[in-house]
């Protein structure tokens, strides 16, 4: 006789911990909206209590409900209740010779990126962020281009690299004269206008007056040239834009900056010519690496000149930063003296870039080399049977 076999239908599921939302990084309207979901700040009072609140995390850097002295107590306690305020794990901070700050961030299991601080740049010092980790780009002089894309960072994860080189600086509060971090590039890794919703909700907050209080124009966008999205970014966001360029041809630049088989020169220098705001008030900077015998030539100054004509510009020349591996040397520093000089008499400003950070392989185009390693080392620790080293 064939067995009975009787199912349980109505057995209660698995409970499953759901971690408390996160307030630190949502825009304002997701602010309001989720302190009104929660039953916190009815629709009459939101903007008050938003206002209250956001001033807390993004003016004073709260990290917990109960400094916000302006707040009812019970309701201090309602929001801890039902709301977290947290920073994401550092896993490794590294500082260099010069002062440049690096920090490799853990925002979820597998998804880390790094961000720098670099004094003494703008007004006092900039912070570079990440707006993906990893990247599809592939340029061949970046380092950061050969790991590839994990995913696009959120606002709040992009937001969190500036409270998190704010809570290392010290500055919360900071009145803006006083304070070290001044500007803001997107200059990290990945490729910015490939997540532009999250880079513009960033941005919202990073400008906002009664949070972190940092001007739209002391924030860079730097992109290879995703020239349909060019438009867009300056009408969203206002800032100031930067080209990652390095070539005056198709050739040479289909090479250097896969990208470009895609949006060609042409194309993307008719793009860069309607940006929003573009004037001489708001120049666009066109980043250029010094390759050694690649890119680096009196006739490839003179070409880059007539390029550029007529754009309101500023020529950055950026000295090639190694990587192991890599298949490019840096330009002789009297050959980019050389470069520089064409493009200056022409009437552009065109500054050398000092090199920042080498030492902790936090100069341009190497973020995330030196965390890839480690863990590359970890692996092979691991593999022969040994613990792990611990990031």
Known sequence: MPSIVTLVLDRPSPSLTVSPPNLAGLTRAQLSAALIDAGVASPSAA????????????????????????????????????????????????QSVDGVIK???????????????????GRAGALCVSSQVGCTLNCTFCHTGTQALVRNLTAAEIIAQVQIARDDLGEWPAAPGERRLTNIVFMGMGEPLYNLDGVADAL?????????????????VSTAGVAPKLKELGERTLAMLAISLHATN????????????????????????AYPGLSNARRVTFEYVM?????DTPAEARALVRLLAGIPAKINLIPFNPWPGAPYECSDPATIRAF????????????????????ILAACGQLRSQSEKLRASARRV??????????
Request: charged share 25%.
């Open 250 to 273: 198709d050739a040479l630049r289909d090479q250097l900056v896969p990208l470009n088989r895609r949006y060609p020169i042409a194309q993307l220098l008719t793009a860069i010519r």
């Open 291 to 295: 390759l050694k015998g690649v890119n």
């Open 382 to 391: 691991s593999d022969a049977g040994a613990p792990a080293a611990a990031l």
């Open 103 to 121: 920090w490799l961030i853990r925002f979820a299991p597998g998804i880390e990126a790094e961000s720098v601080y670099i004094p003494d740049v």
């Open 340 to 359: 520089a000089d064409i493009v200056n008499r022409a009437g552009y400003a065109s500054p050398i870039r000092t090199p920042r950070g080498r030492d």
């Open 47 to 94: 903007r008050m209590r938003t206002g209250q609140v956001w001033r807390w995390i993004h003016n004073h850097g709260a990290t917990s409900f109960e400094t916000m002295s302006n707040i009812a107590k019970e309701t201090r306690v309602t929001l801890a209740d039902r709301f977290v305020l947290e920073r994401p794990q550092i896993v490794e901070r590294q």
């Open 204 to 220: 919202d907050v990073i400008s906002d007056n009664e949070g972190l209080g940092i001007s739209r124009r002391r924030v860079t």
